[in-house]
């Protein structure tokens, strides 16, 4: 079954052709983060407006790349929740336009499940059950995967997402938007003893992240150095951060992971392509007899493919959408 993916949840407009939900035919994103950039962050009225610039070349590349026509197409998927309203909009009036006139059904799929199901297309034999840890610049959550369309939440963060302390923490030592991926090539160069950093814990869930007290240590000691003329070591403070953000990903987890008595691993989401949270997690594994599954590093950044996979699963469990179908902004997974 082929399925033809869209996904317009925030700053990339991205299409695909998924086979069977493994297998990648095309796969193409168009980014807008040059554009951001130059306001530090996403900018949602500019998001939307590229989207529906982008989305007809996108959608037309997916499928002169695959070398199939709508005919050959099974069925349609696109992201509908959570991300910008406005950005979510496009990509599902698309969808929803291109299923009414083909009669093809229309598969609404959720973003955080989407990056779930990345792993799906790196790790061919991966299956549920799962505990994932599903890090993004939006969302920071540990779930149970029960099966593909079954899911529950067993932590999540009180305030900031991981990637969003990444990129804030990153921003204030003057690193482009999005900063999380410049700051941890630079953390590769650091010491991640060199500053004591905090690792708040949620009073009352051991499974809960907080890292915004974490994000404002980071951002007090580079502006109170400054104040007194302290030139700090750049990589040191970025491998501290990095260190501390990783360390309090890492220990609940892998709790969640043995109170739950489960064996297998999975990461995804943007930030699942930071070098220590692979590496470490990894490691940990390796030691605790478990197994633990990744996506490659192309798929953890948002994109069509992990909509297409995703969409299978949801398609195969019977979750059409009807042409009232609407786009949320926030929605459990
Ligand atoms: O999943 P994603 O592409 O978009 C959302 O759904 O939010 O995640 C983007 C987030 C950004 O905050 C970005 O800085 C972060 O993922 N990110 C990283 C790395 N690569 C991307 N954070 C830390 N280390 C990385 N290597
Ligand atoms: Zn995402």
Known sequence: MKILAIESSCDETAAAVVEDGRKVISSVVASQVEEHKLYGGVVPEIASRRHAEAIVPVVKNSLEQAELTLKEIDAIAVTYAPGLIGALLVGVNFAKGLSLSTGLPLVPTHHLRSHIASNYISNPNLKPPFLCLVVSGGHSHIVMVEDYTKMRIIGKTRDDAAGEAFDKAARTMGMPYPGGIALDK????????????????????????????????????????????????????????????????????????????????????????????????????????????????????????????????EFLSGNIASTDLNAFATMSI
């Open 186 to 313: 630079v953390a590769e160069d650091g010491d991640p003893f060199a500053f004591k950093l905090p690792r708040p814990t949620v009073s009352g869930s051991q499974y809960d992240f907080s890292f915004s007290g974490l994000k404002t240590a980071v951002i007090n000691l580079i502006h109170n150095s400054a104040q007194k003329g302290i030139e700090l070591n750049k990589a040191d403070v970025c491998a501290s951060f990095r260190y501390a953000v990783v360390d309090c990903l890492k220990t609940n987890f892998l709790k969640a992971a043995e109170d739950l008595k489960v064996d297998k691993l999975v990461i995804a989401g943007g930030v699942s392509a930071n070098r220590l949270l692979r590496s470490s997690l990894q490691e940990e594994c390796d030691k605790h007899g478990l197994a633990f599954y990744m996506p490659e590093k192309s798929l953890c950044g948002d994109n069509a493919a992990m909509v297409g996979s995703q969409g299978y699963y």
